[in-house]
């Protein structure tokens, strides 16, 4: 049986190149604080899209990843 959503928006699937260290101090922050990374990733991600400002020196033009 499948969990229950629990999300009004639909959801995607995103692949993220991190060094090993980074994935495991991921993991360490995730499980200190009882959560799953993907919670950690999305929380910590969309607080700072909520008060993002632009970054100094980094060019916003069409096609810039």
Request: proline share 6%; aromatic share 4%.
């Amino acid at each position: 049986m499948a969990r229950p959503k629990i999300y009004d928006e639909p959801r995607v699937t995103t692949a993220f190149r991190l060094t090993s260290k980074m994935r495991e101090e991921l993991r360490r922050a995730a499980r200190d604080q009882g959560v799953s990374v993907n919670r950690l990733v999305v929380t910590t991600l969309s607080e700072y899209l909520a008060k993002r400002q632009p970054l100094a020196g980094v060019s916003r033009e069409a096609g810039s990843p």
